[in-house]
């Protein structure tokens, strides 16, 4: 075979320079495809968007690190027009996708929009997904998966075709968490294909973190006001609740939307979490079940409700905002990264939201803490030693977290780009 028959070509449709819509292309010199996430970008206006896969009935394999959104919903568009092919994953990841298609169709319906996203729709995605294969041979590419630490099922994706290998991190975190155990050790790799969120930035210490979220719990509650918590549903929100229940605040905890449905499928898989800590939420947190109960619930002070939208985007978390957003006793609290032009965003920087076209001024407290499971720059650059690539591609950060990110390769002596979205590279 000649020496440009062997090269490998990668394509950014979705996460290159920016955060959202993750998906990657891999052409093999056989002209075989292979496609790495697939989610969705959430816009300015409320609506997501998914990447345009050329030809996605073409794809032969495809690799789901993890069921965030921004990693797993574009895999439902690319089933309407086309994707036909095994999605290797984690059993933990398919189980927890069930709940994020549902709750994007769900969305769909309340937004009074055309469903993208039928049932059939969903399980014929469902059915894609193959969990028993973490490692295996498809026609000459070798594959495995490492866990990546980042959320429960989480992984790492190993290829290897000829004499070249890639390592593409998904969404990857070193530390361990109230959920996850600390990931092991990842293999050598040609090509480290890596987070970079937190690319120009470290984390506050941890304990410092949560330290000041319960003084702020704590507070709140006494002075008889509401914090209301955007957590992302997976993941995130089992982890504040655990964290709620060592607090052992003197109020009621509410969880409503995605979080309440997220808990359940924890709870129903917790063989795949690193104990079985999660169990001591029963019984100390309630369920909001149906509209009379949620008005009754954002009305209730003092009271603590974890729901969904972790960016303020959607999801039940629109209600109880609206009901706190007059009461200068209670706090809307963030628990992640917010990408601009999202609500969040606007929350953190002009103190206001806007829902369904009616934008609103927050006399409530809006803070934000950092309960983040990506790696942060110190982590980034660990990585990087660990796996001691050729080429460095830095991608899922905005401009300057990858700009960083390929800066700290260079002064490693290692190789490093950030892509465009569209921009296809060879290796």
């Known amino acids: 075979m000649a020496k440009g028959k062997r090269e490998i070509g990668i394509r950014f449709y979705g996460g290159a320079r920016e955060i959202g819509g993750s998906c990657i292309e891999l052409s093999l010199p056989d002209g075989r495809r292979v496609l790495l996430d697939c ?18 009935e073409k794809i032969d394999i495809a690799f789901l690190s993890h069921p965030h959104a921004d990693h797993s919903l574009g895999f439902l568009h690319a089933r309407q027009i086309g994707l036909n092919c095994p999605i290797i994953t984690t059993e933990m990841t398919k189980q927890t996708s069930v709940v994020t298609f549902c709750d994007a169709h769900k969305l769909e319906v309340e937004r009074e929009e055309e469903p ?28 495995k998966l490492f866990p990546a630490g980042h959320i429960p099922g989480a992984v790492a994706a190993y290829l290897g075709y000829g004499h070249k290998s890639i390592l593409y991190t998904g969404d990857i975190n070193n530390n361990e968490t109230r959920l996850v155990a600390e990931r092991g050790k990842l293999p050598h790799a040609d090509v480290l294909i890596i987070d970079c969120t937190y690319g120009n930035r470290l984390h506050p210490d941890r304990e410092k973190t949560e330290q000041d979220f319960r003084q702020m719990i704590e507070g709140t509650v006494a002075g008889n006001g509401c ?74 002070r ?44 606007r929350a953190l920087e002009e103190g206001r939201i806007e829902i369904n076209g009616e934008v609103i001024d927050l006399k409530c407290s809006v803070r934000r803490f950092s309960f983040s499971t990506h790696l942060d720059s110190d982590g ?25 990110v390929v800066k700290m390769a260079r002064n490693l002596n290692i190789k490093a780009i950030a892509p465009a979205i569209g921009e296809r590279i060879i290796v």
């Open 39 to 56: 989610g969705g970008k959430f816009k300015k206006d409320g609506r997501t968007v998914y990447p345009e896969i050329e030809k996605p």
């Open 116 to 143: 993208r996203f039928t049932y059939g729709k969903i399980a014929q995605v469902l059915n894609l997904m193959k969990t028993d294969r973490s490692r295996g041979q498809f026609e000459g590419l070798s594959y």
């Open 227 to 300: 914090v209301v918590i955007g957590a992302f549903a997976v993941a995130r929100s089992p982890e504040i609740l655990l964290l709620l229940t060592e607090i052992n605040p003197d109020c009621p905890i509410y969880v409503d939307g995605m979080p309440r449905d997220i808990v359940k499928v924890y709870l129903e898989n917790i063989q795949y979490l690193k104990n079985r800590d999660l169990e001591k939420i029963r019984g100390q947190v309630r369920f909001v079940s149906g509209s009379n109960h949620r008005r009754y619930v954002a009305n209730m």
């Open 380 to 404: 980034i650059k660990k990585t990087i030693v660990e796996v001691m690539p050729k080429l460095v591609i830095a991608q899922h950060g905005d401009e300057q977290s990858v700009r960083a």
């Open 302 to 345: 003092p009271a603590i409700v974890v729901a969904s939208g972790g960016m303020l985007n959607g999801g039940a978390i629109l209600h109880y905002a609206k009901a706190v957003a007059p009461d200068e006793k209670s706090v809307l609290a963030l628990t992640g990264y917010q990408v601009e032009g999202t609500n969040g965003r």
